[in-house]
C-alpha cells in the first residue's frame, strides 16, 4: 500500500539524518582535539571507572616517588658529609702521628695543635649539617643544631674515675690543672696551679673544703667531693706517676634527641596520688583516659588514642589490688598507688617513646628513616631525659669522636707525647664509627635507588593499561572522521537535492 510523502516528512527526516550525522562528526572531532575516546562518564561507564582508578594510582605513585626524590636528597648530603667528615679525620691523623713522634719539640707540637683546633672545628660544623634548614645529624629536633661546643674534663688519676666534673663557660685553649697538696675533695682545702698556655706559665689558688668551685680564667670548674687527690712534683713535666692532673678541653655536647627504644616516659596529667610507667615499644605517643571514677582495685574503664585525642578505643581492665597494667598497642601502662589509690574520670596519661626517626613513605607501607642521631656517631656529651647532667656517649671510649678530638688536642697543647700516642690509637676506632655511619647511609640509597626504578616500572605499566582504555587510535579515528564528514556532506547534498523538488516545479 504506498503512502503519501510529505513535506513535513521530508524536512523531519533531514533534520534528524543531518543532526546524526553532524553529532558523530562532532563526536570525532572532539576525540581528535582530545585525543581520549573516552571524554566523558557516558561515553564508557565501566571504562571510565577504570579510569579514574588508573588516574589515582599514578597520582599516589608520583607523590611516593616525591618522597623518594626527598628521601634522596637527605642520604646524599649524610653520605656526603660523612665523607668529608672520614676526610678531615685523615688529616687528623696525619698530624697526630707527626706530634706523636719523639723527635717533634714542643714548639713543633703547639703548632701542629692550632691547625688541630680548626679541624675539630670543622667536625662540629659537618656535624651540625643542614638540608634545607633542617639538621640531618639532630634525629627529630631537626631545627636546632645538633651539637654546641662546650669543655670537659680529662683525669689523668684512677682516683677520680667516679669523681663528677661540671665545666661552664669557654677556654681558647687547654686548661691544666694539678693538686698541689695531697686529700680529699669536700674535706680538706687543697692548693693546686692551673695554666692556660700549655705549663709555660703557672696561676695558683685553694679549693675550698666544701668544693666549692673554683675560677680557671674563663671556665668554671665544679668537682663532686669524696674522691682522694694526690699532690704533683712541681720539678717533674710528666703526668705519669706524677699526682693528680685534669685537663679542661674542648668537646661537643648533643642536643638532638636519642632513638633509645627502651626508654619511656609516662606523663600524668590529675591523678596527683598515682603513679605512671610504661613498658613496650612504641613508634608514637598514645595517650590513655580514665572514662569512670573508681579506685585501683576494681575494675578501670579507659580509652586510648593514637592520633592525639582524634578517636578513642574504649577498653577495661581488672583490679589486682596493686599496681594495675592497662593493655594498649604496643605495650601496657602501669598504674600504681603513690599515697593514693582513686582514679577520678577524665584524669589522662601520654606515654612518650624516645624517637628520633624522621621518615618518608616511598612505597604502600614502607618507610624509610632519612635522618640520623647525632650521638651514636660523633659522640660527645649527652644529657638523656631524666638525667642531671650530661654524659659522654660510649663512655667516653674511642668510638666517641668528639672526646677522643678533644683528648688529642689537650694532649697536643700541653705537649703530653703518651697521650697522643693513646689518643691516635682512639681515632682508628672513631673512624670505624663514621665508615660503619656511612656504609649504613649508603646502604639506605641503594634501597631507594631499587623502589625508584620499581615505582617507575609501575606507573609506565598503570600508564599504558590507562592509555590502553583512554587513548583513542589516531588512524583509525583520522579514517573515521573523514567518513563522518562525507556523509554529513552527502546528507546537506541529498537533502538539498530533494527539498528543491515539489510539484510546482513541474506545472
Do not use: C
Not at 673554683?214 to 703526668?239: C, K, Y
Amino acid at each position: 500500500m504506498a503512502g503519501r510523502v510529505t513535506q513535513r516528512t521530508m524536512f523531519d527526516n533531514y533534520i534528524s539524518n543531518m543532526n546524526y550525522a553532524l553529532s558523530n562528526l562532532m563526536e570525532s572531532n572532539i576525540q581528535s582535539s582530545s585525543q581520549k575516546q573516552v571524554n566523558r562518564p557516558s561515553d564508557d561507564p565501566v571504562g571510565m571507572a577504570r579510569i579514574l582508578n588508573y588516574r589515582a594510582s599514578i597520582a599516589t605513585n608520583e607523590q611516593y616517588q616525591k618522597n623518594v626524590g626527598q628521601a634522596e636528597s637527605w642520604l646524599s648530603l649524610a653520605d656526603k658529609t660523612l665523607t668529608q667528615v672520614s676526610t678531615v679525620l685523615t688529616r687528623i691523623k696525619a698530624l697526630a702521628e707527626q706530634a706523636a713522634t719523639g723527635t717533634v719539640s714542643p714548639e713543633n707540637r703547639k703548632e701542629i695543635s692550632y691547625e688541630m683546633r680548626e679541624l675539630y672545628g670543622q667536625l662540629i660544623n659537618l656535624a651540625n649539617t643542614e638540608n634545607e634548614g633542617r639538621h640531618i645529624f639532630a634525629g627529630h629536633k631537626i631545627e636546632d643544631a645538633a651539637y654546641v661546643a662546650g669543655l670537659a674534663v680529662t683525669a689523668n688519676d684512677p682516683a677520680l674515675s667516679n669523681t663528677s666534673f661540671t665545666v661552664e663557660g669557654g677556654a681558647s685553649n687547654t686548661i691544666v690543672f694539678q693538686f698541689l697538696e695531697s686529700g680529699t675533695i669536700g674535706t680538706d682545702a687543697l692548693d693546686y696551679r692551673y695554666s692556660e698556655d700549655g705549663g709555660s706559665t703557672w696561676k695558683t689558688g685553694t679549693l675550698a673544703s666544701n668544693a666549692a668551685p673554683v675560677m680557671l680564667g674563663g671556665a668554671r670548674l665544679t668537682m663532686s667531693p669524696g674522691a682522694t687527690v694526690t699532690a704533683v712534683d712541681t720539678a717533674n713535666e710528666h703526668e705519669t706517676g706524677n699526682g693528680t692532673w685534669l685537663y679542661i678541653r674542648p668537646t661537643a655536647i648533643y642536643k638532638g634527641d636519642d632513638a633509645n627504644s627502651t626508654g619511656l616516659t609516662a606523663e600524668r596529667y590529675g591523678a596527683a596520688n598515682i603513679a605512671a610507667t610504661a613498658d613496650g615499644s612504641f613508634s608514637r605517643d598514645v595517650m590513655v583516659r580514665i572514662d569512670q571514677s573508681g579506685a585501683l582495685t576494681g575494675p578501670i574503664s579507659y580509652s586510648y588514642s593514637m592520633d592525639g585525642g582524634s578517636t578513642w578505643v574504649p577498653a577495661t581492665a581488672s583490679g589486682t589490688g596493686g599496681p594495675v597494667s592497662l593493655l594498649v598497642p604496643g605495650g601496657f601502662l602501669t598504674l600504681a598507688s603513690n599515697g593514693g589509690n582513686t582514679l577520678a574520670a577524665g584524669d589522662q596519661f601520654v606515654i612518650k617513646p624516645h624517637r628520633a626517626a624522621l621518615e618518608y613513605e616511598i612505597s604502600p607501607g614502607e618507610y624509610m628513616a632519612v635522618n640520623n642521631v647525632g650521638k651514636d656517631i660523633f659522640g660527645g656529651l649527652y644529657q638523656a631525659p631524666g638525667q642531671s647532667s650530661p654524659t659522654a656517649v660510649y663512655g667516653g671510649d674511642g668510638r666517641n669522636l668528639f672526646e677522643v678530638m678533644g683528648r688529642l688536642i689537650a694532649f697536643t697543647e700541653t705537649n703530653s707525647q703518651t697521650g697522643i700516642q693513646q689518643a691516635l690509637d682512639e681515632l682508628g676506632t672513631a673512624s670505624k664509627v663514621i665508615l660503619t655511619a656511612a656504609a649504613r647511609v649508603g646502604g639506605k640509597e641503594n634501597r631507594l635507588d631499587v623502589v625508584q626504578g620499581i615505582l617507575e616500572s609501575q606507573e609506565d605499566d598503570q600508564t599504558m593499561r590507562m592509555s590502553s582504555i583512554e587513548d583513542v587510535d589516531v588512524a583509525k579515528l583520522m579514517t573515521q572522521l573523514a567518513q563522518q564528514q562525507l556523509t554529513y556532506n552527502s546528507v546537506l547534498k541529498s537533502s538539498s537535492m530533494i527539498m528543491q523538488m515539489n510539484l510546482t516545479n513541474f506545472l
